[in-house]
């Protein structure tokens, strides 16, 4: 999601058929992903979790993420993203 925007985790819940959605720690963050805060990339199936995309960056040329990095950034097509992810839209 767009870095102005806040995830709405009762429709994150829904989305995933969860009983509850809660963001994780960092350490929670580390372990399932080995990236440490402000590292993890948009690839949910790299880890073993699905990935919600923002359908608002779909109209967007480029996005820009970290790349497993805080040093190291890349930009990509959203729709390529979302389609490698076959992603849920949030």
Do not use: W
Not at 76 to 88: G, K, S, Y
């Amino acid at each position: 999601m767009q870095a102005q925007k806040r995830a709405d985790l009762q429709r994150v819940t829904s989305l995933l058929g969860a009983r509850e959605a809660r963001l994780g720690t960092r350490d929670q963050l580390r372990e399932t992903t080995g990236c440490d805060f402000g590292e993890l990339p948009p690839v949910g199936r790299l880890f073993g979790i699905p990935l919600l995309f923002d359908e608002a960056l779909l109209q967007q040329d480029e996005i820009y993420f970290n790349a497993g990095s805080l040093t190291v950034s890349m930009a990509a097509d959203p729709r390529a993203i979302d389609a490698l992810e076959q992603a849920i839209h949030y």
